[in-house]
Nanobody, 121 residues
């Protein structure tokens, strides 16, 4: 069983920075992609940023130029550096991983428990 453990959320003032991290652990063969989504109460979950095993990045337009996603393939950790945070970035941020548990199987999607990011004005 694969688990994703997140850390790094919190409260910050507008214009400030936070760094989120997420480490995948458990029985894994390989990781095809990891990333971050967020959800605001009453709204659908939205993509923030993803990074594939081929180093292809995908960012939401609203965070381009402010957020940077990176991975450490040794520790199976994905990080999200968030700069110039704005109140509209306030949400619960969820780590995501598309992971092969064994050769010859299909990748499965895994989610972290979520971490709250609150940006005050």
């Amino acid at each position: 069983q694969v688990q994703l453990a997140e850390s790094g959320g919190g409260l910050v003032r507008a214009g400030g920075s936070l760094r989120l991290s997420c480490t995948a652990s458990g029985s894994m063969f390989s990781i095809t992609a990891m990333g971050w989504y967020r959800r605001v109460p009453g709204k659908q979950r939205e993509l923030v940023a993803t990074l594939s095993s081929r180093f292809i990045t995908n960012y939401a337009d609203s965070v381009k130029g402010r957020f940077t996603i990176s991975t450490d393939n040794v520790t199976n950790t994905v990080s999200l550096q968030m700069n110039s945070l704005q109140p509209e970035d306030t949400a619960v941020y969820y780590c995501f991983g598309s992971i092969y548990e064994a050769p010859g199987t299909q990748p499965r999607d895994y989610w972290g428990q979520g971490t709250q990011v609150t940006v005050s004005s």
